[in-house]
């Protein structure tokens, strides 16, 4: 059956129903072939949080965590409330609305101003929520910032995010206006497209926005690391140094990137405390992510699954009930962002557990690269426990922890794989 609307013309929600469970079957079964979810067969590591950490050190991990995650988990669930309220009721459209009317009102301006908005409106109402958990974060001795440096990165993380959004909003509001039929299958393919185009990008118009970079000062330490991605059969033009020092005490380092893009970047608090051999490892487990091609690999999952969630889409909003409820007429409206909107956040969560899963197992593929690298477990285990302890990391996730935020495998869990690492390599 066929519907008319005032954006064009409905179909019913089978071809891209099917289409989009297709392609998420596809983003599933091509993360299980390529992700190593038994990096190390065989080997059965032994997880013991007290063997490598005080109970005092237990203590105070778990006191961080309980003083941050009420804050950090009410702001979540605030968020996705706020966006299901605006988008499943007329509220967000007239928002959407109302903000492009000193502007002549055009769809275009509703598209671009109503996500900013709309982002604007779900980041004042768990701003309190978010405030809260830099006081935590500051009383921990974590964070550096000063309350106006604070909110001046809580507006850049806005107009980022809100940025990106409206791109791809405008791009599926555009396509269903100009083919009401079939938008949902171009507008797969262009949402799939700029994310590829956008982690591409990333490195060099978004990391800028929030960190100085500088390159690795010349000396026997850069020259070492350059030496272990040659050795590595990685090309790297240079290693870069974050200024994290001016938000965070937190030690890390990460790639990004890919082809002409790709950067390893280390946080300038890392190079102040680690030591050389600690650097090192922390290098080669960039490397690691470098020549698997994580970021790609990650990339192209996260395209393969955004086309199938924007067919879904185009079954959900075959649905006219919905979009009444919403204050839109259909997809080619430009009040429909508030919709789409809460969609995508309620996509996102469901989707985090598997994407947190994905991670962690990637993340356990570099630590493994890391060692068969440098053959250095012990100084592999101290660092580990060095920077756990720095960074009040997580020693023992809870399912709910892990389903939600645990992007990488606890410390003890790192610890447990380099000495089963160590155990294969001694009985060889």
């Not at 960190?211 to 090309?235: N, Q």
């Not at 990004?256 to 190079?271: A, E, K, Q």
């Not at 051999?277 to 020549?291: C, I, N, T, Y």
Request: net charge positive; glycine share 8%.
């Amino acid at each position: 059956m066929t519907t008319s609307t005032a954006s064009g013309t409905r179909r019913g929600p089978g071809l891209p129903a099917v289409l989009g469970a297709g392609l998420l079957l596809a983003t599933v079964a091509a993360a299980l072939a390529l992700v190593p979810f038994d990096v190390l067969p065989g080997a059965r590591p032994v997880v013991d949080v007290l063997r490598d950490f005080t109970p005092a050190q237990v203590a105070r991990e778990e006191a961080f965590h309980r003083a941050l995650r009420p804050p950090a988990y009410a702001s979540l669930v605030l968020a996705a409330a706020t966006a299901l309220l605006l988008g499943l009721t007329p509220a967000g459209a007239r928002v959407v609305r109302a903000v492009a009317r000193p502007v002549g009102g055009g769809w275009v301006a509703q598209v671009l101003l109503g996500t900013l908005a709309l982002g604007a409106v779900g980041r004042l109402v768990v701003l309190p929520l978010d405030a809260r958990s830099e006081q935590v974060l500051r009383a921990y001795g974590l964070s550096t910032q000063r309350w106006p440096d604070w909110l001046l990165d809580v507006l850049k993380s806005l107009l980022v995010t809100a940025g990106m959004s409206a791109v791809l909003l405008l791009a599926v509001v555009a396509l269903a206006r100009r083919a009401p039929r079939t938008w949902w299958a171009w507008g797969a393919a262009a949402v799939a497209l700029l994310v590829v185009l956008g982690s591409y990008v990333y490195p060099v118009l978004v990391e800028p926005v929030f960190h100085s970079f500088r390159p690795l000062p010349a000396g026997e330490l850069r020259d070492d690391l350059l030496r272990l991605a040659a050795g590595d059969g990685v090309p790297v033009q240079d290693v870069l140094v974050a200024d994290a020092s001016r938000r965070t005490t937190s030690l890390n380092a990460y790639v990004s990137g890919f082809g002409s893009t790709r950067r390893i970047v280390l946080y300038d608090t890392l190079l102040a405390s680690a030591t050389p051999a600690e650097v090192r490892l922390v290098v080669a487990h960039e490397l690691g992510h470098a020549q698997e091609d994580d970021v790609l690999l990650g990339t192209l999952l996260g395209a393969l699954g955004a086309a199938g969630a924007v067919c879904l889409l185009g079954a959900v909003l075959a649905r006219p009930g919905l979009l009444r409820r919403s204050g839109a007429d259909g997809p080619g409206d430009p009040r429909v962002v508030a919709l789409l909107l809460a969609l995508a956040a309620g996509g996102t969560l469901l989707a985090t557990p598997a994407v947190d899963l994905v991670s962690r197992r990637i993340e356990a593929r570099a630590d493994l690269h890391s060692l068969r690298l440098t053959g250095d477990v012990a100084t592999f285990v101290a660092s580990e426990q060095r920077l756990a302890v720095r960074n009040l990391s997580d020693l023992d996730p809870g399912p709910l922890v892990r389903a939600l935020s645990a992007t990488h495998p606890s410390p003890p869990e790192r610890i447990a794989l380099a000495r089963a690492y160590a155990q294969q390599e001694a009985a060889r």
